[in-house]
C-alpha cells in the first residue's frame, strides 16, 4: 500500500529569482532627466537674455551724447551798439621833395610839434642852381632884343610919318618888337619856375601838428616824382581826431550825425573817450554791406594816435525786441538758416530756428525768441535732431552758469 503524496502549502513554495526594474520607474527617471535638462537649457537661454538685455541697455546708454548747455543772457544794455573804428589824424600830409638833389640836413624828427611853415629839411639841387642861372642869363638876353627891337620900330613910326619908309617896312618892325616881348616873356616865366623850383629845396611843415614819420637821411639822393619813393616826412594835425566805423545795414538807420559815442582803446582799460558824429557816407558797401561813418574826438593830451584800433560805443534801439546773448559756438548754421538746440526738461533735444540781431564774434545778440530759463547746447554736433535724447553735463565746479539737469 503506497503513502500518499505529501501536499507543500502554496505559501511555503519557493521565491523566484529577483526581476530587473520595471518600466515605471524607468519612465520616471527619464522625465527626471528631461526635467533637468530643459532646466539647464532654461537657465541658459535666460542668462543670454539677460546678458542681450544689459549689453543692448549699456550701447543704448552710451549712443546718448553728453553736452554742456548755456544759458542765454539778457543784455542789461540791450541798446549799445558797439563796433571796431579805425582813428586817424584830423589832417594828415606826406611830405614828398619837388626837385632832385641830396638831403643837407633835416630840422625836425619824429615826435617833434612843428608850426606851419617851419622847415623840416634842407636839400642841396646843383642842377637846379645851375638851370636857374642859365635861366636868367637867356631872360637878360631876351630883354635885350625886346628893348632893342622896341627902340627899332619905335623909330619905324617916327619915320613913317614922315614918309620916309613904307607902311610894311615900320609893321615888320612892330612884328619883330611883339615877338621879341614874347620870346622876353617866356625867359622870364622859366626863370620864376626854376626859382619856385629852387624853392622846393626847403621842405616846410604845412600846417602845426606833429612829425609822425620821417626817412629824409643826410646825404641821402632824392628823386622827385618818384612813385615808389616813401615821404621824407609825416605830418600829422592830431587836436582832433577823426574815427571812422563801418555800421551794419540793419543799424544804419539809428545812427545820426550829432548823435554821441564813447571809444575805448586798448591801452587805456578803464578809460572812455567822447566823441560825436559828425558825418556819414548814406551808401552801403556792396562788399561789407555797412555805412561808413565818420566821428571826431578832441585830443587835448595826445592819448588818441593816428592809425590805432578803437572800440566805439553808440546808443541806439536795435529794434529787435527783448533781445538776448549767447556764445557764438552755440549757433548752428545749416540750409535752413541759424538755429540752436534747446534741451527739455526730458532731455529731449528741439531744435529753434533763430534770427540773429548782432555778431560780434564771440558772442551773437538773438533777437527774441529765446529766455535766459533756456537750456541751449553748446558746440551742438552737426547731426543733432529734434527729438534726440542728450545727457547735460554737469557744470564745472566755480563757474557762474547754472546748466543743471
Do not use: C
Not at 181 to 199: C, P, T
Not at 290 to 316: R, Y
Amino acid at each position: 500500500m503506497h503513502e500518499p503524496h505529501s501536499i507543500v502549502p502554496a505559501e511555503s513554495a519557493p521565491e523566484p529569482a529577483a526581476a530587473g526594474p520595471d518600466s515605471r520607474t524607468l519612465k520616471r527617471v527619464g522625465i527626471g532627466a528631461a526635467i533637468v535638462a530643459l532646466a539647464i537649457v532654461g537657465a541658459g537661454v535666460a542668462t543670454r537674455i539677460s546678458a542681450t538685455n544689459e549689453l543692448r541697455s549699456t550701447a543704448a546708454e552710451a549712443a546718448v551724447p553728453t553736452v554742456a548747455v548755456v544759458n542765454p543772457k539778457a543784455e542789461g544794455d540791450g541798446n549799445a551798439l558797439v563796433l571796431p573804428g579805425t582813428v586817424q589824424a584830423y589832417n594828415s600830409a606826406a611830405i614828398f621833395a619837388r626837385t632832385n638833389g641830396y638831403v643837407r640836413s633835416w630840422l625836425a624828427d619824429i615826435g617833434d610839434r612843428v608850426r606851419a611853415g617851419q622847415p623840416l629839411a634842407i636839400l642841396d639841387a646843383p642842377d637846379v642852381d645851375q638851370q636857374l642861372a642859365a635861366a636868367q642869363a637867356d631872360y637878360q638876353t631876351a630883354l635885350a632884343n625886346q628893348r632893342l627891337a622896341a627902340t627899332t620900330a619905335t623909330r619905324w613910326q617916327a619915320l613913317l610919318a614922315q614918309d620916309a619908309v613904307s607902311r610894311q617896312e615900320a609893321d615888320e618892325k612892330a612884328g619883330d618888337l611883339a615877338a621879341r616881348s614874347a620870346l622876353s616873356n617866356a625867359a622870364l616865366a622859366n626863370v620864376k619856375r626854376l626859382k619856385a623850383l629852387q624853392g622846393f629845396t626847403r621842405l616846410s611843415a604845412p600846417f602845426d601838428g606833429v612829425v609822425t614819420s620821417r626817412s629824409a637821411q643826410i646825404g641821402a639822393l632824392v628823386v622827385a616824382g618818384n612813385a615808389a619813393a616813401q615821404p621824407l616826412f609825416t605830418v600829422s594835425d592830431t587836436h582832433r581826431m577823426r574815427i571812422y566805423v563801418r555800421v551794419p545795414q540793419n543799424y544804419s538807420a539809428s545812427v545820426r550825425p550829432g548823435m554821441a559815442a564813447s571809444i575805448t582803446l586798448p591801452e587805456y582799460p578803464g578809460r572812455t573817450f567822447p566823441a560825436t558824429l559828425t558825418s556819414s557816407a548814406g551808401a552801403v558797401d556792396a562788399q561789407s554791406g555797412a555805412v561808413l561813418v565818420q566821428l571826431q574826438a578832441a585830443n587835448p593830451d595826445g592819448a588818441l594816435k593816428p592809425g590805432a584800433f578803437a572800440q566805439v560805443s553808440f546808443k541806439v534801439d536795435a529794434g529787435q525786441g527783448n533781445g538776448v546773448t549767447l556764445p557764438g559756438s552755440a549757433i548752428l548754421y545749416g540750409n535752413d538758416g541759424p538755429t540752436v538746440a534747446i534741451v527739455g526738461k526730458d532731455g529731449r533735444v528741439t531744435v529753434k530756428p533763430v534770427s540773429i540781431a548782432r555778431d560780434e564774434g564771440s558772442t551773437v545778440r538773438i533777437a527774441g525768441g529765446l529766455s535766459p530759463r533756456d537750456r541751449v547746447v553748446d558746440t551742438p554736433p552737426d547731426a543733432i535732431r529734434t527729438g534726440d535724447r542728450v545727457e547735460v553735463q554737469a557744470p564745472a565746479a566755480g563757474r557762474g552758469a547754472a546748466n543743471g539737469r
